[in-house]
Nanobody
Framework: QVQFVETGGGLVQPGGSLRLSCAAS????????MAWYRQAPGKQRDLVAR????????TYADSVKGRFTISRDNTKNLVYLQMDSLKPEDTAVYLC????????WGQGTQVTVSS
């Protein structure tokens, strides 16, 4: 079945960096747009960044533009999120999934930005 496993979260000070990884299985990875989403306590799940199937097309939420970078490795079925200049408002559980019609959500990885 389709599965997504996110890793790389943690506690980081404001201004710091983290790199998240997501391992996808059970789908033809290279055929799908992929995306990172995040959900803060008490809030809805929001799209953070999306990447095209070949990796050339990327889009970002306005709140992370210029600070986050999404990338993928189609040889390893991996998608990454490089997060720089982190802010306390970036604190959330980060999840990866298809870029459109997401389903089969994983557990996500917690990112906490705090001094």
């Amino acid at each position: 079945q389709v599965q997504f496993v996110e890793t790389g979260g943690g506690l980081v000070q404001p201004g710091g960096s983290l790199r998240l990884s997501c391992a996808a299985s059970g789908l033809i990875f290279s055929a799908h747009y992929m995306a990172w989403y995040r959900q803060a306590p008490g809030k809805q799940r929001d799209l953070v960044a999306r990447i095209g199937s070949g990796g050339a097309i990327t889009t970002y939420a306005d709140s992370v533009k210029g600070r986050f970078t999404i990338s993928r490795d189609n040889t390893k079925n991996l998608v990454y999120l490089q997060m720089d200049s982190l802010k306390p408002e970036d604190t959330a559980v980060y999840l990866c999934n298809r870029g459109f019609n997401p389903a089969n959500w994983g557990q996500g990885t917690q990112v906490t930005v705090s001094s």
